[in-house]
């Protein structure tokens, strides 16, 4: 059975960025829906009960048919909301330093550089989707609850959930707001370490 992570804050950690609302309905009901939808497909196909999270989504031909959309669909939120709360940190943190702040200066020129193509993909996701900065330092973009793990990339070092739920309350319609506000939460210590490690 997959359970809902507990976070490693408050609901209130991100202050004026993220608000308490959005982070519990966020976490205590979006999230939890996909936790429960995906175990109800996994009682629906029990020979997946073994498998991990990456080992269903990296091979979605290998789901069974019947739940391979739920898997998908409610597999990835689980997934990707899971990696999301660990890319949030209540401190403001800044620019990435070390080897990950060297490699996306090289990469983009600048740090503003970078931000501003990361901006651009965020923003020219149509309807719901997430953005991505992949272990190689470039920018994907998926929709829904895809995770560039089931198109065969790496797994991401740091993503933003651009669907409305995670910023209508805040911020309505304007996603370049939230996007703007979530540069103040990103956790670049997290993203410095999955870089170290692939
Ligand atoms: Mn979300």
Redesign the pocket.
Known sequence: MFTLPDLDYGYDAFGKYISKDIMEL?HDK?HQTYVDKLNAAIEAAPELKDKSLEELLGNLDAVPEKVRSVVRNHGGGHYN?TMFWKFLSPTEQGEPSGELGAGLKQKYGSFQAFMDEFTKASLGVFGSGWAWLLPDLSIATTPNQDNPISGGQPVPILGL?V?E??YYLDYTYKRADYVAAWWHVANWQEAAERFKKA
């Open positions: 966020h979006h909301h959930d669907w739920h995670a």
